[in-house]
């Protein structure tokens, strides 16, 4: 039982130093795990409270939920300085309102997974994907 209770008090601390690392709230962060062969995937999605919609931050695979957490925690404590910053102008179909998202990611077809993952791609109209400047 030892292992079970040190396992989940990792699990919340990670989780937590996750959440703190990137500035969310908890009602901001989904932390989806799904077991595949030898090992976890981890999902960490994030919630823009601003449009009330949902985004993959960054997905990860680990031995288990401990060892996926610790590559998340490893990949948000450095992905600013390794991934290329993106802003993506969109509207839900229907509407009229544009709103505007920022992604980090490896290319822009990383940044369109990730603007896609988890919804219909026929509910959203992108206007556009801009690779915006280093500084």
Known sequence: MRDDTNEHIQIARLQNQIKEHL???DSEAIFEYNNVDNGVTFNLIT???EHNQSFLFHSVRGLDKV???????AYAQSYRDKEHSYTIQWAIRGTNRLETSYFRGTDFYDVLYKFHFGRDRNTVQIYSISLNPTT
């Open 67 to 73: 060892n996926a957490l610790q590559e998340m925690l």
């Open 23 to 25: 500035g969310l709230r």
């Open 47 to 49: 919630i823009n409270s």
